[in-house]
């Protein structure tokens, strides 16, 4: 709970401190450098931003690779080591945000044909952002699914 106050804190305060130059100029009669609604978005994007890369999973979580075309790779997943890709997004219609996992590709049957295939295969799981920056990735799925808890890998 305490990771959500703090997620939502940091985001208000950053959408206000984005917003402060232009409510400046408002308030000096010059017109704003972009309209508000382009700095919320410039807002959002940046901590989109944070996002991308690799982050390090516990083990048999997974690792995943975020890259900036909205596409995903979750590898070393389940105790077989399956590899999952994808397409990501992130809705902002609510705080916590959430985060929109399309598993598009599965190697389940392929490296174990007796495994039942990935429940996500060709759906979108949507998951909630609990705690993004540049060092930590963590987000609580729906039901009994919990929470994943990433780090970005050893330099």
Same mark, same amino acid.
């Given at each position: 709970?305490?990771?959500?106050l703090?997620?939502?804190?940091?985001?208000?305060?950053?959408?206000?401190?984005?917003?402060?130059?232009?409510?400046?100029?408002?308030?000096?009669?010059?017109?704003?450098?972009?309209?508000?609604?382009?700095?919320?978005?410039d807002?959002?994007?940046?901590?989109?931003?944070?996002?991308?890369?690799?982050?390090?999973? &516990?083990?048999?979580?997974?690792?995943?690779?975020?890259?900036?075309?909205?596409?995903? @790779? $979750?590898?070393?997943?389940? /105790? !077989?080591?399956?590899?999952?890709?994808?397409?990501?997004?992130?809705?902002?219609?609510?705080?916590?945000?959430?985060?929109?996992?399309?598993?598009?590709?599965?190697?389940?049957?392929?490296?174990?044909?007796d495994?039942?295939?990935?429940?996500? &295969?060709?759906?979108?799981?949507?998951?909630?952002?609990?705690?993004?920056?540049?060092? @930590? $990735?963590?987000?609580?799925? /729906? !039901?009994?699914?919990?929470?994943?808890?990433?780090?970005?890998?050893?330099?």
């Open positions: 709970m305490k990771t959500i703090e997620l939502c804190v940091s985001l208000a305060l950053f959408l206000q401190i984005a917003a402060a130059p232009a409510a400046a100029d408002k308030a000096k009669g010059a017109p704003a450098t972009q309209p508000a609604g382009l700095a919320k978005a807002a959002l994007a940046a901590l989109e931003q944070k996002l991308l890369g690799t982050w390090r999973g &516990l083990p048999c979580e997974g690792d995943y690779t975020f890259n900036p075309d909205g596409t995903y @790779t $979750l590898a070393n997943f389940t /105790p !077989g080591q399956n590899t999952l890709t994808g397409t990501w997004s992130i809705r902002w219609d609510a705080l916590p945000p959430t985060l929109l996992l399309n598993c598009k590709t599965s190697d389940f049957k392929k490296k174990f044909p495994w039942p295939e990935y429940e996500y &295969l060709g759906k979108t799981q949507e998951v909630k952002l609990l705690e993004l920056n540049n060092d @930590t $990735l963590l987000y609580r799925a /729906p !039901g009994a699914e919990g929470t994943w808890h990433g780090r970005r890998p050893e330099k």
